[in-house]
């Protein structure tokens, strides 16, 4: 399981997702069903993630299924850059889908 802050056009997520890379066509084929096609993606580390939203965390990540291969942490920008700073996380990617 890998979980990724997307900053998108309509704000910040952090998601869940059981594809290891941003850039798994079906992870991506997920984003873009949902709208969202261009973005920047940092690398959370899953331990990070998981101390910082506690049982919330687990709630989220036990609904994780095979089936449904992406789960939205949470949706609140100010929340997510209050838990996180920018050293903690993964390098920048930049993501544009036609």
Not at 16 to 32: A, E, V, Y
Not at 71 to 82: S, T
């Amino acid at each position: 399981m890998r979980s990724f802050l997307l900053l998108t056009a309509s704000g910040p997520l952090l998601v869940l997702t059981s594809h290891g890379t941003l850039h798994d066509p079906k992870f991506m084929g997920r984003l873009k069903a949902k709208g969202v096609g261009k973005f920047v993606a940092f690398d959370v580390p899953l331990d990070l993630a998981k101390e910082r939203y506690g049982g919330h965390f687990h709630a989220v990540e036990s609904d994780l299924h095979e089936t449904d291969d992406l789960r939205v942490l949470d949706f609140n920008g100010q929340r997510i850059f209050q838990l996180f700073r920018f050293d903690e996380l993964g390098a920048a990617v930049l993501q544009e889908q036609a």
